[in-house]
C-alpha cells in the first residue's frame, strides 16, 4: 500500500507539472533611464565601490557541505546593487539523492552551469513537451523563463554542486507542489484536478504545507 501511496503521490505531481506549464504567467525588469539605482536608504554620495561588490556567496562556495539540498541567491533582496541590472546568482548544493523541485521563475530564464558532479535536470514547456539532460562537471543547460524546470542528483554517495544566473534581478519562484498542496487549497478541488482520493491529497498536505511564519 505504501508503494502505491507513493506512486499515486508521484503521478500526481507529473500530471501538476504537465498541467501547470502552459499556465505559466511571465513578466520581466522594467528599463531603467540611469546607470544605476541608489537604494531610498543610502546617501548617493557615499557610494564606493563596496556598494557595487557582494560576499554572501563565500560560505556556500567555500564552507562545509550541508546535509540538505541549499540555494544561496544573491538577487535584489540581497545585494541592492542588483536593482535595475536585470541580473541576479545562485549558488545550488545537491547532496546524493536530492533534488531541487519542480518550480517556476516568472520574471526570468534561468542558465544553470554545473561546477562538480552531475545533475539531471529537464523542463516542460508551454505546448506540454518535456525536455531533459543528464550534465556533467562543466556543462550548462537553460530554462527558460516561466517554464516548470527541476534538477536532481541521482548519485548514491557524489555530492553535486551548481551556479545559476538569472536574466532579472529579481526572478521570482514558485515551488509547484507547495503552490498546489500547501496553500490550503480545497482537497475537494485537488481530488477532482488530480482524479486521485482524499487521503493522498492529505498526505501530500501534510507533507508540503510551509510552517507557521514566526510573528
Given at each position: 500500500?505504501?508503494?502505491?501511496?507513493?506512486?499515486?503521490?508521484?503521478?500526481?505531481?507529473?500530471?501538476?507539472?504537465?498541467?501547470?506549464?502552459?499556465?505559466?504567467?511571465?513578466?520581466?525588469?522594467?528599463?531603467?533611464?540611469?546607470?544605476?539605482?541608489?537604494?531610498?536608504?543610502?546617501?548617493?554620495?557615499?557610494?564606493?565601490?563596496?556598494?557595487?561588490?557582494?560576499?554572501?556567496?563565500?560560505?556556500?562556495?567555500?564552507?562545509?557541505?550541508?546535509?540538505?539540498?541549499?540555494?544561496?541567491?544573491?538577487?535584489?533582496?540581497?545585494?541592492?546593487?542588483?536593482?535595475?541590472?536585470?541580473?541576479?546568482?545562485?549558488?545550488?548544493?545537491?547532496?546524493?539523492?536530492?533534488?531541487?523541485p519542480t518550480h517556476t521563475?516568472?520574471?526570468?530564464?534561468?542558465?544553470?552551469?554545473v561546477v562538480d558532479g552531475?545533475?539531471?535536470?529537464?523542463?516542460?514547456?508551454?505546448?506540454?513537451?518535456?525536455?531533459?539532460?543528464?550534465?556533467?562537471?562543466?556543462?550548462?543547460?537553460?530554462?527558460?523563463?516561466?517554464?516548470?524546470?527541476?534538477?536532481?542528483?541521482?548519485?548514491?554517495?557524489?555530492?553535486?554542486?551548481?551556479?545559476?544566473?538569472?536574466?532579472?534581478?529579481?526572478?521570482?519562484?514558485?515551488?509547484?507542489?507547495?503552490?498546489?498542496?500547501?496553500?490550503?487549497?480545497?482537497?475537494?478541488?485537488?481530488?477532482?484536478?488530480?482524479?486521485?482520493?482524499?487521503?493522498?491529497?492529505?498526505?501530500?498536505?501534510?507533507?508540503?504545507?510551509?510552517?507557521?511564519?514566526?510573528?
Open positions: 500500500m505504501a508503494a502505491l501511496n507513493n506512486g499515486v503521490s508521484s503521478f500526481v505531481l507529473v500530471l501538476l507539472a504537465l498541467s501547470a506549464a502552459p499556465l505559466a504567467v511571465v513578466a520581466g525588469d522594467p528599463d531603467i533611464l540611469s546607470d544605476y539605482i541608489i537604494p531610498a536608504n543610502f546617501n548617493p554620495t557615499n557610494i564606493t565601490g563596496d556598494f557595487f561588490a557582494y560576499g554572501g556567496l563565500r560560505a556556500a562556495l567555500t564552507g562545509p557541505a550541508p546535509a540538505n539540498f541549499t540555494v544561496t541567491k544573491a538577487s535584489m533582496a540581497e545585494f541592492p546593487a542588483l536593482n535595475g541590472q536585470s541580473v541576479s546568482f545562485a549558488s545550488l548544493f545537491y547532496p546524493p539523492g536530492s533534488v531541487n521563475h516568472p520574471r526570468a530564464s534561468e542558465l544553470l552551469l552531475e545533475l539531471s535536470v529537464g523542463f516542460i514547456d508551454t505546448a506540454g513537451k518535456i525536455f531533459t539532460k543528464d550534465l556533467a562537471t562543466g556543462d550548462m543547460f537553460i530554462f527558460p523563463k516561466g517554464t516548470v524546470h527541476w534538477q536532481y542528483n541521482a548519485a548514491v554517495s557524489q555530492n553535486a554542486s551548481a551556479l545559476s544566473a538569472f536574466g532579472s534581478a529579481a526572478a521570482g519562484l514558485v515551488s509547484v507542489p507547495v503552490t498546489v498542496f500547501g496553500t490550503g487549497i480545497d482537497d475537494d478541488v485537488l481530488v477532482k484536478s488530480f482524479k486521485t482520493d482524499v487521503d493522498t491529497v492529505h498526505k501530500l498536505k501534510t507533507a508540503l504545507t510551509p510552517p507557521p511564519k514566526k510573528p
